[in-house]
């Protein structure tokens, strides 16, 4: 007798390869190295991604299109801030270089844990040096490819 598949289902273990790619190419690839390993429903891969995964079984391969703003919901303006350099050496980043197109890593208002900004644009002008970072994901309103090849369920 053969045994049935383990199957996702919330808050399943998972160990798997995965790619989300967006029109300008991929952002996170794992198949040309180290599995993934997460839990879901810890807020480590966006719900709409989660929901890809539920009822695959272990050893399925699949490729999902999600369309623009689904994956990782629409682009924010809101989320396109300027710090100044004096508050970025407040955070410890005094001194620090930065180039356009660098992606920094920030720590949460509780120390716990980080999120990233992009550097979008540097200023020196008469209201001081400053830099523009975009907080929002690399693929947020962009159509999105999610493939997976799912190793192991616990």
């Avoid at 690839?29 to 599995?35: D, L, R, S």
């Avoid at 992606?103 to 716990?112: A, E, L, M, R, S």
């Avoid at 693929?139 to 999610?146: D, E, I, K, R, S």
Wanted: hydrophobic share 45%.
């Amino acid at each position: 007798m053969l045994a049935t598949p383990v199957c996702v289902e919330p808050g399943s273990f998972l160990t798997l390869h995965y790619r989300l790619a967006g029109p300008a190419g991929d952002v996170i690839n794992t198949f040309g190295g180290k599995p993934a390993t997460l839990t879901l429903g810890s807020g480590e891969l966006s719900p709409a991604v989660e929901t890809c995964l539920m009822g695959l079984a272990e050893g399925a391969r699949a490729t999902f299109a999600l369309p623009a703003g689904a994956a990782f919901g629409d682009r924010n303006p809101a989320m396109l801030q300027w710090l100044a350099r004096q508050v970025l050496a407040e955070m410890g980043e005094a001194g620090a270089q930065y180039q356009v197109g660098d992606v920094v890593q920030f720590p949460t208002p509780d120390g716990q844990g980080q999120f990233a900004g992009a550097v979008c644009q540097l200023r020196s002008d008469e209201r001081g040096e400053a830099v523009l970072f975009d907080f929002n994901h690399p693929l947020a309103g962009q159509p999105v490819t999610f493939e997976v090849q799912l190793i192991g369920v616990l």
